[in-house]
């Protein structure tokens, strides 16, 4: 399945009543299934989450763990960044090469690699005193 499309379909379920910014999240994880997730917002502001974070849970509540691509889309005039959490969040999930596509709902995109999306991540190697 194309990810930017289930991206872009995903992104039209948003819930974003007070921001009104709309982004859809879509990764394909190695097993090869895709998941999905957008933002869903709360009137609590601080209880919302990204569509980044709906794809994630969506894997892991379907059985996968290891991300092999990611595109995650919004309206905005230049491709979206992924907020900090989230990118901590894939990083969980992904290794630093994976692929990382940002999309804008007319076209644009932007390709990189989680190493790029955030270099000088924690990891549990830094937990490891041996
Ligand atoms: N948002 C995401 O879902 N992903 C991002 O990468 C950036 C921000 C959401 C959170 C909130 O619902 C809205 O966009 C505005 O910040």
């Known amino acids: 399945m194309d990810l930017l499309k289930a991206a872009r379909d995903v992104r039209m379920r948003a819930w974003a009543p007070y921001s009104r910014f709309k982004v859809g999240a879509a990764l394909r994880a190695e097993s090869g299934a895709v998941y999905a997730g957008c933002n869903v ?4 502001y601080p209880e919302g989450t990204c569509a ?5 849970a969506a894997m892991v509540a379907g059985g996968d763990t290891r991300i092999a691509e990611i595109t995650v889309i919004a309206d905005s005039p230049e491709p979206v960044p992924c907020c ?4 901590q969040k894939i990083a969980e999930f992904a290794g630093p090469e994976v692929r990382v596509t940002l999309a804008t709902t007319d076209g ?7 190493a790029e999306l955030l270099p000088g991540a924690f ?3 830094h937990m490891d005193r041996t």
Do not use: F
């Not at 917002?41 to 609590?44: G, L, M, S, T």
């Open 84 to 87: 900090g959490g989230c990118r």
């Open 52 to 56: 980044e974070a709906g794809a994630i």
């Open 108 to 114: 644009k995109t932007r390709v990189m690699s989680v």
């Open 123 to 125: 990891s549990a190697a």
């Open 41 to 44: 917002e709360n009137v609590a």
